[in-house]
């Protein structure tokens, strides 16, 4: 008992602390200057930080009382984790639609990363192998083939769009009915894979870890949700407010968008690196792999889609102006079609090195840090 409370107590501090540099960065520092920047970016990931926090404390509560599926359950809360970062793109979508579009696909690079970071964060077994929760392996990987054949279907039509359009009047690109089209039909993948998930997995006591200590009561479970969505809204703000900052710094100094968007790629994915660590610290290696893995399949299905339709709605409203003179939203050039194309390579790789027998071996572990490291380097110096 007071273990747990020395929990909260942490969490609690974290969040004070969290919002009063972001106060401070709001109200008392007027220049948008490096200071503003980095006590929003600070202040905001300490409260992201404090969400996530809570986010768990109520997904284990609820998975408890269920007997769910752990891995089940820590997927519910890395969907959860997403609204900070769809806030901050939010943000960098209003400011700059092209950076905002790179940054949300870049995101997927960075979880690609991330996740192979993580395996070798895990326990081993005398060969060296990290196993895997069984739902990773039977419907993850159907997520990560998706996510290759997307990126480079689409990756190619781009590139055949520019082509074609060489010597057209009008530059190519995304219109707002494509945006429309695309987003609804990822997202329909999404809630698809949801349902699935959880039809098939969340009764599967195999992946359950064991429930120590007395059941959280249905009202501290709502309490602690509600209110970590709410914290992570602030938190979110505060690092698209330090995006922004970011963003325009970087093009004083001279710097590529591509760059900028690489950085900015990192913070929107804040809420799911603090996920992961806190449920790993916590031994709770099931949550932490989900929310690994959803940083993944989460990007091409549920953060990208919402991205497009953001966009298609901020330019039907006027909220951003019409790309190109025509419809054009996003444009087809290097920068948008090689973030896009490159993200064909991450998904496979990271398909083959789950598919083939549910573990990840080191090579494997090597192989997804080394291709997002090269991926990375090639849009940062030729994107």
């Not at 820590?74 to 984790?81: D, E, V």
């Not at 590139?159 to 530059?171: E, T, Y």
């Not at 050039?333 to 598919?355: D, E």
Request: include cysteine; aromatic fraction near 10%.
């Amino acid at each position: 008992m007071s273990e747990n409370s020395q929990e909260s107590k942490q969490w609690l501090w974290l969040l004070i602390i969290g919002l009063a540099l972001v106060a401070i960065g709001t109200f008392a520092i007027h220049s948008h200057g490096w200071l503003k920047g980095i006590l929003l970016g600070v202040g905001g990931l300490v409260v992201v930080f404090a969400s996530s926090e809570m986010m768990i404390h109520a997904v284990d509560g609820f998975a408890k009382r269920k007997k769910m599926n752990s891995f089940v359950a820590g997927t519910m809360a890395g969907l959860s984790s997403n609204i900070p970062e769809l806030v901050m793109l939010a943000f960098v979508l209003l400011a700059s639609p092209t950076i905002g579009f790179i940054v949300t696909v870049l995101t997927l690079h960075v979880g690609v990363a991330a996740f192979g970071l993580y395996c070798g964060a895990l326990p081993r077994d005398i060969y060296g192998d990290a196993h895997l929760p069984k739902p990773l392996v039977n419907l993850s990987t159907d997520l990560y083939a998706a996510a290759a054949g997307l990126f480079f279907s689409l990756g190619v039509i781009m590139l055949l769009m520019k082509s074609f359009a060489a010597d057209s009047v009008d530059i190519p690109a995304l219109s707002v009915t494509d945006l429309y089209v695309f987003g609804a039909i990822l997202l329909l993948v999404q809630i698809v894979a949801v349902t699935r998930l959880v039809k098939r997995f969340s009764g599967d006591d195999s992946n359950v870890e064991e429930a120590v200590g007395n059941l959280m009561s249905i009202k501290a479970i709502v309490a602690f949700s509600v209110a970590g969505l709410v914290v992570s809204v602030i938190g979110g703000h505060a690092v698209g407010e330090f995006a922004g900052i970011l963003v325009e710094k970087l093009k004083e100094a001279g710097y590529s968008e591509m760059f900028g968007a690489v950085i900015l790629s990192v913070f929107a994915s804040a809420g799911a690196f603090v996920m992961i660590g806190t449920a790993h610290f916590k031994k709770k290696y099931n949550i932490a792999m989900a929310n690994a893995s959803g940083a993944i399949t989460q990007v091409p299905f549920l953060v990208l889609p919402i991205a497009m339709i953001m966009l298609a709605i901020f330019t039907q409203t006027g909220m951003i102006p019409v790309f190109g003179g025509t419809d054009g939203v996003i444009p087809i050039n290097i920068h948008t079609t090689s973030a896009i194309l490159l993200g064909f390579p991450s998904m496979l790789v990271l398909w083959k090195a789950v598919q083939d027998d549910g573990k990840v071996n080191w090579v494997e572990t090597m192989s997804m840090i080394a291709i997002f490291m090269i991926v990375i380097y090639l849009l940062v110096a030729h994107g």
